[in-house]
T-cell receptor, first 116, second 109 residues
């Protein structure tokens, strides 16, 4: 049984560079979510997909942030022109997404981004 | 917008003591989850509550959903050092998902 996996686990980049993170959800899960978490805070919802459709993206932090899930399986989160304020843990989660389910999300280990 | 407020934010207790963590909102949720997170890892789901007034027990942990489905509590009996971690409540409304502010628990041996 493989859970949610995220790569890379850590990323250090210089301000102004673009970064891309990958998330592989649990195989039978239809929904995939992205969150950002800063130290001592709860996760902050960014966006989510139902299969390949991005159903909510208004909470993406700026137009520098974008996410894709082209085949309804893995997803990528890209941050363009990174800023020091983007330094955080980026978490991915997945859930069954079936009618009657309760959005019980299973999280990956996260990608820790440090922008110098 | 912080839809879910947790209290206390920090809690440090001795092994064997009991504690309660609260999760409050002015919004109604169709379901609410509790998660536990350790440093450097993703949150791990503990329980889901869906019915107003529902009480669920998971060994020494007791979860309650408020009658109006706006609030929840987590009670831990006889806390152990292994209970140390960040406890998070989470709920969804429509296509929006919210986590609480978190309660950082430290259980001292």
């Amino acid at each position: 049984d493989t859970g949610v996996s995220q790569n890379p686990r850590h990323k250090i980049t210089k301000r102004g560079q673009n970064v891309t993170f990958r998330c592989d959800p649990i195989s039978e899960h239809n929904r995939l979510y992205w969150y950002r978490q800063t130290l001592g805070q709860g996760p902050e919802f960014l966006t989510y997909f139902q299969n390949e459709a991005q159903l909510e993206k208004s909470r993406l932090l700026s137009d520098r942030f974008s996410a894709e899930r082209p085949k309804g399986s893995f997803s990528t989160l890209e941050i363009q022109r990174t800023e020091q304020g983007d330094s955080a843990m980026y978490l991915c989660a997945s859930s069954l997404g079936l009618a009657g389910s309760y959005n019980e999300q299973f999280f990956g280990p996260g990608t820790r981004l440090t922008v110098l | 917008t912080q839809l879910l407020e947790q209290s206390p934010q920090f809690l440090s207790i001795q092994e064997g003591e009991n504690l309660t963590v609260y999760c409050n909102s002015s919004s109604v949720f169709s379901s609410l989850q509790w998660y536990r997170q350790e440093p450097g890892e993703g949150p791990v789901l503990l329980v889901t509550v869906v019915t107003g007034g529902e009480v669920k027990k998971l060994k020494r942990l007791t979860f309650q959903f408020g009658d109006a489905r706006k609030d929840s509590s987590l009670h831990i009996t006889a806390a152990q050092p292994g209970d140390t971690g960040l406890y998070l409540c989470a709920g969804s409304t429509g296509n929006q998902f919210y986590f609480g502010t978190g309660t950082s628990l430290t259980v001292i041996p």
